[in-house]
Nanobody
């Protein structure tokens, strides 16, 4: 059973940094693409960054380009979202996503809240 668990959210002042982690248990980690999404209340969930199954970052949203970067540690079955130069508009709940390469089943984590003040 696939389970995605995010951590690393919190409150930070504008200009600060945070690193989100997502541990993927129960899936063939290096076979599946993974991505980070975020959602602000009242708005649709938006894609922030994406890694291919091979670990290549193929997408970063224009709004975070140059400030956010996604990476992974295969041994730890963990993906990261390194967030720097945070802005108040980065506030939201960040979700980890993966899709099984064989069944096409999509899995979501429960989310990590990021609050940027100032």
């Amino acid at each position: 059973q696939v389970q995605l668990v995010e951590s690393g959210g919190g409150s930070v002042h504008a200009g600060g940094s945070l690193r989100l982690s997502c541990v993927d248990s129960g899936s063939p980690f290096a076979s599946n693409p993974m991505s980070w999404w975020r959602q602000v209340p009242g708005k649709e969930r938006e894609l922030v960054a994406r890694l291919t199954a091979g670990g290549v970052q193929t997408y970063v949203a224009d709004s975070v380009k140059g400030r956010f970067a996604m990476s992974r540690d295969v041994a730890r079955k963990t993906v990261y979202l390194e967030m720097t130069a945070l802005k108040s508009e980065d506030t939201g709940t960040y979700y980890c996503w993966t899709q099984d390469a064989y069944s096409a089943t999509v899995h979501w984590g429960k989310g990590a809240l990021v609050t940027v003040s100032g």
